[in-house]
């Protein structure tokens, strides 16, 4: 009997709960017009990305074909110019910038990580179709299709050149900014690449002025220096650089046998053309041979050290996540450290989660991290004692050519090549 | 070194070629386990496969080209929305759905609710662009409508209406002018993680009329 008591004690409080609830939801009922008025309907403007999406996909494939076709096959300065001015105009201030293959590699890996987030299929398009044309025919997509190389290429006034060691070097940035921006995806803290993409700003004529400020320099740098974002700091360039090392195709500067007159070694703003390496002597191969083996032993050492130092940084990278600076600010509100609250430690009270169950996400998010920086912190170590080996390595080299790695597939050297123009007269000719 | 004959590869090419087919299959199986697990996810109903994602049992991150949206459940008005938009004019504006509205005289989205003197003056007013038409239906009811080339999606009316109101005015992000940015800014900034995907051929989150 006490039972059914509580029973109906505690529908009734449901009841009554459950109507307070209702009332919050509308306090004033909304009204029936005497006058025969009718509720407006609520306007829902629809996105044009779902129609886009797949026209874009279309587009990629498009550019990337012809783009192969005029870097290998037409061997035209002009329109590979053309298309990438094509590029600039549609993927760029067209569709403004989003979503653009260096960034699909964060949603790529997030779908690696985050249990709950699948790729769309465009995005999956946009991510592999660049890098299995790359496999295949060289960086013919940073030529003329990538809206932020075809920004670069345009403003490229005077190029002066990069000196060998110093382009090296700054590559550390890429392959760090590839690492951090990996890292940030697979922990779901944020996207990296797009929050600092340079030029976005300018393809959509609007955006925040750091950002603006950021892309502007580099712009101004372009004017000098050739593509600086693709060499220095373009996440994708870095993937590209190793697989176009194996691709099958590749740009030749002379579509013939190099007559060594030197004219192409200028043209190329990007430094990637190699010039014939002469014959080591024996002193220089032994030399080469002792570092090779010192090095060999120093790259575990560079790993190891990288590590270490990924993991002293942990708590740092960490920060980047909302949920670990909510925990860290909500933990500062409790003990009394700071004053007031913000407007997330607020929203986070309503739902009425308890504290220590966000420390203890916050902390599985930090531990997430102490693993990812040590990975990180090897990854760059591998890749500076990669770099140091790969100097230290002879390889035989007779006539001029693009640097498989570096080369852009610009197609500037064509034009300086009296064999080319030799060939094209014969052509015209016939 | 020795001359190379034309159908035996050196070694050289034999290793790049041997690569090149690892590569290729190393991007196949990235290709191939992404859309398997988007598979999975839609089997397992957390994505449908055509229609509104309403029987997820959270707003669906789906392999279906997908946009960004707020829901109005976790929205806290805080204000980001008109600042952190990467448009100068931000793709969040605030959206009426009238069935909720109870049409108040006084309406505390649309007057401030600390006035000088409780009043219908237009001093009154909450909203600082001057976004809110308000026009006489019958006695005692006022409609309420945003003027959507005037608002700049900062929520102050927003919050009125939930603190006093039936809640009928909240934030949504307009796809008409909405980018579709890959990382949101504003979800980045977002306090209270109310930024969601969803699918991009239903993508508002309208409070339904008598939402319970």
Not at chain 2, 96 to 105: A, D, L, S
């Amino acid at each position: 009997m006490i039972r059914f008591r509580y029973i109906v004690i505690g529908l009734a409080a449901v009841l009554i709960l459950g109507g307070l609830v209702r009332a919050a939801e509308s306090r004033f009922p909304p009204p029936e017009f005497e006058n025969g008025h009718e509720f407006p309907q609520t306007t829902t403007p629809q996105t044009r990305e779902g129609v886009f999406a797949y026209i874009d996909s279309i587009v990629l494939l498009g550019t990337l074909g012809l783009a192969t076709y005029l870097a290998l096959k037409k061997r035209r300065r002009k329109a590979i110019l053309g298309l990438t001015v094509f590029s600039l105009l549609y993927f760029g201030f067209y569709r403004e910038g989003c979503i653009c293959p260096i960034g699909a590699i964060q949603n790529v890996t997030m779908s690696f990580f985050d249990p709950l987030y699948a790729v769309p299929i465009v995005v999956i398009i946009f991510f592999l179709l660049p890098l299995i044309f790359t496999l295949f025919f060289g960086r013919t997509f940073c030529s003329s299709v990538c809206p932020l190389g075809a920004i670069q290429e345009i403003v490229l006034l005077k190029p002066i050149s990069v000196p060998r060691w110093l382009e090296s070097g700054l590559r550390l940035f890429a392959y760090l900014y590839l690492g951090l921006a990996i890292l940030f995806a697979a922990t779901g803290s944020a996207f990296l690449i797009c929050r600092y993409d340079p030029f976005v700003g300018f393809f959509r004529l609007s955006g925040n002025a750091n950002i603006l400020v950021f892309g502007a320099c580099f712009l101004i740098v372009g004017m000098f220096v050739g593509r600086p974002y693709c060499r220095f700091l373009c996440p994708l360039g870095v993937i590209f650089r190793q697989i176009s090392r194996i691709s099958k195709k590749r740009v030749t500067i002379t579509p013939d046998e190099c007559i060594k007159c030197r004219l192409c070694e200028e043209s190329c703003p990007y430094g990637a053309i190699q010039k014939p390496a002469e014959q080591w002597t024996k002193e220089q191969y032994k030399k080469s041979k002792i570092r090779i083996a010192f090095l060999l032993i120093l790259l575990p050492v560079l790993i190891f050290l990288g590590g270490m130092i990924g993991k002293s940084v942990k708590n740092t990278l960490a920060q980047m996540h909302p949920t670990v600076r909510l925990a860290e600010r909500v933990r500062m509100e409790e003990t009394g450290q700071v004053e007031g609250t913000t407007d997330a430690s607020d929203a986070f009270r309503t739902t009425g989660v308890e504290n220590v169950e966000l420390y203890e996400q916050a902390s599985n998010i930090r531990q997430s991290f102490g693993l990812g920086g040590i990975l990180l912190g090897a990854f760059l170590g591998f890749i500076i004692g990669m770099k140091l080996i790969l100097v230290s390595v002879w390889r035989e080299r007779k006539d001029y050519e693009a640097d498989r790695a570096s080369c852009f597939a610009c197609g500037r050297c064509f034009e300086y090549c009296p064999v080319e123009h030799k060939k094209r007269n014969e052509r015209k000719q016939q | 070194m020795a001359e190379k004959s034309p159908d035996r590869p050196d070694r050289r090419q034999f290793l790049a070629e041997t690569m090149r087919y690892a590569a290729l299959g190393v991007f196949g199986a990235i290709g191939g386990i992404t859309l398997a697990k988007r598979h999975r996810l839609v089997k397992e109903g957390l994505c449908t496969e055509d229609g509104p994602c309403s029987g997820c049992s959270q707003f669906v991150k789906c392999y279906r080209p997908q946009v960004w949206q707020i829901d109005p459940y976790k929205c806290t008005a805080c204000g980001n929305c008109a600042t952190h938009c990467v448009l100068e004019e931000s793709a969040v504006k605030c959206v009426q759905v009238y069935p909720i509205c109870g049409y108040c005289k006084i309406c505390f989205g649309f007057f401030e609710p600390n006035p000088y003197e409780i009043d219908e003056g237009a001093e009154n007013q909450l909203c600082p662009t001057g976004a809110i038409l308000r026009e006489f239906i019958e006695d005692p009811y006022y409609e309420y409508t945003i003027d959507e080339s005037l608002c700049i999606g900062c929520g102050k009316c927003v919050k009125g209406c939930n603190t006093f109101g039936n809640g009928s005015f909240f934030l949504q992000v307009r796809h008409d002018r909405c980018e579709n940015c890959n990382e949101c800014a504003i979800a980045a900034a977002c306090p209270s993680d109310a930024f969601v995907r969803v699918p991009a051929d239903n993508p508002y989150l309208l409070k339904k009329a008598g939402h319970s």
